[in-house]
């Protein structure tokens, strides 16, 4: 009997619902209230508080945020429940453990905070999963990040998005572990006014993203282990930026505490991949078979750029089998370079260190779908 | 003599030179090739760029490479005006842009070409920085027959002042698929003279945040189908005869989803419009009739909910200035928001000005499924 039960149990959740939202639903819909696929709500907002953790809310295309446009949330039916100016400061508050998705894909389902408040979507609970591949959502017109990860999230998945017109495109401040890693994957940040993902979090896994556009950086990264692979910026400030502060950063001289492999950094305006020294006590950032390729201009072709602002040590990165647009790596265009004018900065020594021999051919890891 | 400098960049040519030919002309197209474009390229290679070792830097420079029937694939990056001087340089890789004459474009396709990105549109960037007119002019009768992009392997065509694609009005056997357009005037200006083999094909494409329309469809009988329309002025403009629109969706257009026009001579603009979907738009579909009607327009299979606001919410919007002649709508067995058919808010409604006849009766109980098919 006991054994029944708790089979029964992990098949089918006691209390697992899924709740419907709508661009032709109510909130205001009472038999008994929204939620069902024929009654969906009209906001998100209304679907996370009817919702109990572990529950999934699908949400079907058209626009969620300030429906009237009048500045203001509230104002008229089926509006978000913003907090604005306080609490989260953001439009889409996710404080239970939910699993939210699009029905139809990111680009036809927007959430759009008309710059009212910072964040748009703020994730606060650990094991959140918000958007799949293929049914995510965009998210746009945050003053800060369009989705913010809070820094006492441990877990969670957020996939299959597109960040746009924020000012951060996706925010990871998660504090992760080497065997609780939150993933961000198939997600795409395109045009915001800062970064397109900026992670501050620890053992953060981003794979297969796309940065394209971004004003800052494509991915800024500081955080302690983090794993990128797979992801791609184009035509962002810098592609990547890794920062190795503060002090005794772990990740320096440690390869196995920073993944970076099969990245993918093009024609972007400074550097494909800059890395950063402004507290570390010294050491290398270890990263390998990537594509660094058309970033900067003639003068200025640095696939990889290391900035070491500390006097007193010898800092820098290490890139083995990289891909610089040549098959006789760095060099003059159409190549990439990655020393010389590349390194920079005030410390004993900026290092662009190549082990390896470089990749004769550029990698192609782009071809799976993303949506 | 010049196909045989080119076919340097592929390694079946000395196949079939030093095997003299014979079988493989059959296995091999004779003529057809493949040049490679870059970011890792340059135009200058000697003796010409193209293989794959030894991509070219600007699309412009691989068309004026290829041949009729070539295909051309190109490598993740931007391509446009490098520097960002506001001025296109063709000998340092930029595209070979005409501004202010002949196409007032950045890249001119003048053969019928397989254009298509290695890696998708997110990653592969026309950009025309505001300094020509349309980003891609595909030119009739020349470029007849190209394939612009295709599922997976399209472009981001970005910040032409006009046009995002521009296609000419007697274009036949186009395809353009794959790609999204934004920060255009219109994203993606189609016409052409389509029917049977000769239509010209327009599938699987974004337009996303163009100042004016997302696609503008002219012509005849061409092909609009899985495509998306968002934050653009109209989600889909159409115009001409016959067309064909379907499992299109448009939303949050700030003026309609789908605005079809009829006149004199224009009597069926759309043979063929179902599964399409308007959603939290200004209004959802506007039919728009100036004189002489004598067809009707049917819309089936199509959801329109969402759109307008409390007082307008007009998910049909049918506008008729001819005061001669009725304008006449089918919609039967479409979804409006609710299972009971146009109405009141949450759904729906029918709106009109002018003589209009209009059935929208045994509306569909529930939503159609639009978006499921993976676009790129």
């Not at chain 1, 282990?225 to 592609?239: D, F, P, S, T, Y």
């Not at chain 2, 002309?25 to 030894?54: I, M, R």
Request: proline share 3%; charged share 10%.
């Amino acid at each position: 009997m006991t054994t029944t039960a708790l089979v029964m149990a992990a098949v089918l959740p006691a209390h697992a619902a899924t709740w419907f939202v709508a661009s032709y639903g109510d909130d205001a819909f009472n038999t008994p209230t929204c939620g069902a696929k024929t009654l969906p709500c009209r906001s998100v907002s209304k679907a996370i508080s009817l919702a109990a953790g572990g529950d999934t809310i699908i949400v079907g295309p058209g626009v969620y945020g300030d429906l009237n446009a009048s500045g203001t949330f509230g104002d008229f039916p089926g509006e978000e429940t913003a907090e604005i100016g306080s609490g989260c400061n953001c439009m889409i508050k996710v404080s239970k453990q939910l699993t939210i998705v699009s029905r139809d894909g990111a680009e036809v389902t927007t959430f759009d905070a008309a710059f009212l408040t910072q964040n748009v979507v703020d994730i606060q609970i650990a094991g959140t999963i918000f958007g799949k591949p293929s049914k995510g959502f965009t998210i746009r017109n945050g003053l800060a990040s369009g989705l913010l990860i809070d820094s006492a999230v441990s877990s969670g998945n957020v996939a299959g998005n597109i960040a746009t017109s924020n000012l951060t495109g996706f925010e990871v401040n998660v504090s992760g572990s080497l065997t609780d890693k939150p993933i961000v994957t198939d997600n795409i940040a395109v045009d915001n006014s800062g970064s397109g993902f900026l992670v501050n979090g620890d053992f953060n896994t981003l794979q297969r993203n796309r940065a394209t556009g971004n004003a800052g950086a494509g991915f800024a990264i500081t955080g302690t282990g983090e794993n990128l692979k797979q992801n791609v910026a184009v035509a962002n400030n810098n592609g990547f930026e890794i920062d190795m502060e503060p002090p005794g950063h772990p990740f320096a001289n440690c390869p196995s505490c920073f993944g970076f492999t099969n990245n993918g950094a093009i024609a972007n305006n400074l550097a494909g991949v800059f890395v950063q020294a402004m507290g570390a006590a010294g050491g290398l950032a270890f990263l390998q078979k990537s594509n660094a390729f058309g970033n900067g201009d003639a003068a200025n072709n640095c696939g990889a750029s290391v900035d070491n602002q500390v006097s007193m040590n010898t800092m820098g990165a290490s890139f083995n089998i990289f891909y610089w647009g040549a098959a006789t790596g760095i060099g003059a265009n159409p190549a990439d370079t990655a020393g010389g004018v590349c390194l920079t900065g005030a410390g004993a020594g900026s290092v662009a260190e190549f082990s390896g021999t470089p990749a004769a051919k550029e990698f192609v890891f782009g071809e799976k779908p993303l949506k | 003599m010049r196909r045989s400098a080119k076919c340097i960049v592929g390694a079946w040519f000395w196949a079939l030179v030093i095997g003299g030919g014979g079988g493989l002309v059959t296995a091999l197209p004779a003529y057809a090739a493949t040049l490679y474009v870059g970011n890792n390229g340059s135009d200058a290679f000697v003796p010409t760029c193209g293989a794959k070792a030894t991509p070219c830097r600007s699309i412009s420079k691989a068309i004026f490479l290829a041949a009729s029937g070539d295909t051309i694939i190109v490598g993740p990056g931007v391509y446009g005006d490098l520097n960002q001087n506001g001025t296109f340089e063709p000998a340092a890789g930029e595209e070979a842009a005409e501004i202010g004459s002949g196409c007032d474009c950045m890249i001119k396709v003048t053969k019928p070409l397989t254009i298509q990105s290695r890696d998708g549109a997110r990653v592969t960037v026309l950009d025309a920085r505001g300094l020509a007119h349309s980003v891609v002019h595909i030119l009739a009768p020349g470029a007849d027959g190209t394939t612009f992009g295709k599922a997976n392997k399209g472009f981001t065509i970005r910040s032409g002042t006009l046009d995002g694609l521009l296609t000419d009005s007697s274009a036949t056997r186009l395809a353009v698929q794959g790609n999204v357009a934004s920060g255009n005037g219109t994203g993606f200006n189609v016409s052409g003279a389509g029917g049977g083999a000769n239509t010209v094909k327009v599938a699987d494409n974004i337009a996303r945040g163009n100042s004016a329309d997302g696609f503008l469809l002219g012509g005849t009988a061409n092909l609009l189908q899985r495509n998306r329309s968002v934050r653009n002025q109209n989600g889909f403009a159409i115009s001409g005869a016959t067309h064909t629109v379907i499992q299109n969706v448009a939303s949050q257009n700030a003026v309609a989803g789908y605005v079809v026009t009829l006149s004199t001579g224009n009597t069926d603009p759309v043979s063929n419009f179902s599964g399409n979907s308007a959603i939290v738009n200004g209004a959802g579909i506007s039919v728009v009739a100036t004189s002489a009607l004598s067809s009707n327009l049917t819309i089936k299979t199509s959801n329109m909910y969402g759109n307008g606001d409390g007082a307008g919410n007009c998910g049909l919007n049918l506008l008729n200035s001819d005061g001669a002649n009725t304008l006449t709508v089918t919609a039967t067995g479409n979804f409006w928001g609710a299972a009971s058919g146009p109405g009141a808010n949450p759904a729906d409604a029918v709106c009109s000005s002018g003589t209009v006849a209009v059935t929208v009766s045994t509306p569909h109980s529930k939503e159609f499924g639009v978006g499921e098919k993976a676009l790129k």
